[in-house]
T-cell receptor
Framework: DAGVIQSPRHEVTEMGQEVTLRCKPI?????LFWYRQTMMRGLELLIY????????DSGMPEDRFSAKMPNASFSTLKIQPSEPRDSAVYFC????????????FGEGSWLTVV | QKEVEQDPGPLSVPEGAIVSLNCTYS??????FMWYRQYSRKGPELLMY????GNKEDGRFTAQVDKSSKYISLFIRDSQPSDSATYLC??????????FGKGTRLHILP
């Protein structure tokens, strides 16, 4: 069974540009999470969806960040405009709610904003 | 006070030693406790999962939860160089919101 698939794996962009990160969750999973990881702050939950519906976006840092889940097999996290302080690893994760709180992570998207 | 506290390390131990990793937390509503292992430039992977207080063993790994002290531990017996990674504790109150510690970097010296 394929795991969580994220793209791009690496992105270097200039400040002010739009960045779109993509995620395909594990088939059959109905919860999807976006996390951001930095050395200073560790792994932070940005937003999560249940059955494609955003449930909690309190972790989204500011209005420059937005996330969508148009269907059960695809989600995007968009940053517009990007800033150097957005440089981090962005992880997508998914779970099947009946499995309790076990979530499965993708390999991450490594974002550098210069 | 942060919800979950974890010493970032690094922690260096010789091969074969017993490793003890710990986290403390402040939210008494947490009842699901997890340990994730993260290798360099990879995503975290679930290592251990426990519900409420008590111990759980899986091979060389033992997870302990003491809810009265708000303290969880992960023990690794007969540590191997392949155990070198960052270990993150994680916990949840039963909703989908999982809070992670910052992770402890572990180095097993051959």
């Amino acid at each position: 069974d394929a795991g969580v698939i994220q793209s791009p794996r690496h992105e270097v962009t200039e400040m002010g540009q739009e960045v779109t990160l993509r995620c395909k969750p594990i088939s059959g999973h109905n919860s999807l999470f976006w996390y951001r990881q930095t050395m200073m702050r560790g792994l932070e939950l940005l937003i999560y969806f249940n059955n494609n519906v955003p449930i909690d976006d309190s972790g989204m840092p500011e209005d420059r960040f937005s996330a969508k889940m148009p269907n059960a097999s695809f989600s995007t996290l968009k940053i517009q405009p990007s800033e150097p302080r957005d440089s981090a690893v962005y992880f997508c994760a998914s779970s099947r709610r009946t499995q309790g709180n076990t979530i499965y992570f993708g390999e991450g998207s490594w974002l550098t904003v210069v | 006070q942060k919800e979950v506290e974890q010493d970032p390390g690094p922690l260096s131990v010789p091969e074969g030693a017993i490793v003890s990793l710990n986290c403390t937390y402040s939210n008494s509503a947490f009842q699901y406790f997890m340990w994730y292992r993260q290798y360099s430039r990879k995503g975290p992977e679930l290592l251990m999962y426990t519900y409420s207080s008590g111990n759980k063993e899986d091979g060389r790994f033992t997870a302990q939860v003491d809810k009265s002290s708000k303290y969880i531990s992960l023990f690794i017996r007969d540590s191997q160089p392949s155990d070198s990674a960052t270990y993150l504790c994680a916990m949840s109150a039963g909703d989908d919101k999982i809070i992670f510690g910052k992770g402890t970097r572990l180095h097993i010296l051959p």
